[in-house]
């Protein structure tokens, strides 16, 4: 094969849809992004976590991607690249009787969606290219044949400190560094094109109501510890069975660890039963609309960094 690759990684949401649908139906966008007859690549890691209206989006983006003619591959844990330890969300937490929490250092992009997505992508460009050679060989001998791999994320304007790789890096080397691991930092290229468009998070919207396309719920986690009030609002309305599953797996955490002097649940010291009770002091009067209204316009990864 001699046509280069290009990488679109999906969220599930609504920056990556836009993105998704520029390559679709946004010629311009689309010869500027693949060029040298370049190979479009849409990219998805399952966390097993995700809201039911995202897994019903998934599948709508499946079968758009089959129209489309655009490669759409949806990694979920049977298919080998999710880490032994790390099959979902949920999995990680019982194994360890642990939780995520917003008081710990975060690794469940990491190890959920990050390392998910570049294992699948290691073993695609061996296939496809018939690289050989393990610990991410095949993203050198990619880099030797084509010059860095053109990576695609959908961060909108906005979310500008999420880049893993400050834009100013190149300006200033000496003074500000980059944190991927070496492979990374010398075989893929991130770019950004809604923040180059300037397209924020409604933009996004907009652009897909003007295609006549139905605007996906944002991406997160279900049991996401960096969900605001409203959003555990909205789960324990909507979801009332993962809110009480939620609830025993930090309340098997705490029992665990009782015996430690520092002993933090998913939102720190306060447990979430409590923290609910504040947020529905807030939130509880939104009525069904309302709280529908404000989700689809929160949440997603938004600490994460790629
Ligand atoms: S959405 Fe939240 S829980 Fe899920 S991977 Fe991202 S930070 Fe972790």
Redesign the pocket.
């Known amino acids: 094969m001699d046509k280069p690759l290009v990488v679109l990684w999906v969220g599930g949401g609504q920056d990556s849809t836009a993105l998704l649908y520029k390559f679709a139906f946004d010629s311009f966008f689309r010869e500027k992004w693949l060029k040298n007859d370049a190979k479009l690549v849409a990219i998805m890691a399952d ?1 097993g ?1 995700e809201y039911p209206e995202t897994y019903e989006h998934v599948e709508f983006l499946k079968l758009f991607c089959v129209e489309a003619n655009i490669e759409f591959h949806f990694i979920t844990p049977d298919m080998g690249f999710h880490g032994r330890t790390w099959q979902s ?1 949920s999995h990680q937490m019982d194994l360890n009787s642990t939780i ?1 929490s917003v008081a710990f250092p ?1 690794s ?2 990491d190890n ?2 990050i390392k998910v997505c570049y294992n699948f992508l290691e073993d695609y460009l061996k296939k496809y290219y018939g690289y050989q050679g393990k610990r991410k060989r095949a993203f050198y001998e990619y880099r030797q044949q084509f010059g860095k791999l053109v990576s695609i994320i959908g961060f909108a304007k906005g979310e500008e400190n999420r880049m893993a790789v400050n834009p100013q890096l190149d300006l200033f080397p000496e003074t500000l560094k980059d944190d991927r691991p070496v492979y990374m930092q010398k075989c893929v290229e991130h770019f950004y094109p809604l923040i180059a468009m300037l397209m924020d998070r409604f933009d996004c919207q907009d652009y897909i109501r003007s295609l006549d396309m139905k605007v996906p719920q944002p ?3 279900m ?5 605001n009030e409203a959003e555990v609002v909205y789960l324990h309305r909507f979801y009332p069975e993962r809110w009480q599953i939620w609830v025993a797996k930090e309340k098997a955490k705490l029992l665990k660890n009782q015996s430690k002097e520092r002993n933090l649940g998913v939102k720190g010291e306060i447990p979430l039963e409590q923290f609910l009770q504040e947020a529905l002091k807030k939130y509880g009067h939104w009525s069904d609309a309302q709280l529908k209204n404000y989700r689809m316009t929160h949440g ?5 960094k790629i």
């Open positions: 966390t976590d969300l995520m975060k469940c992009t959920l969606k991406s997160n986690c049991m996401c510890p960096f969900q997603h990864c938004v600490k994460s």
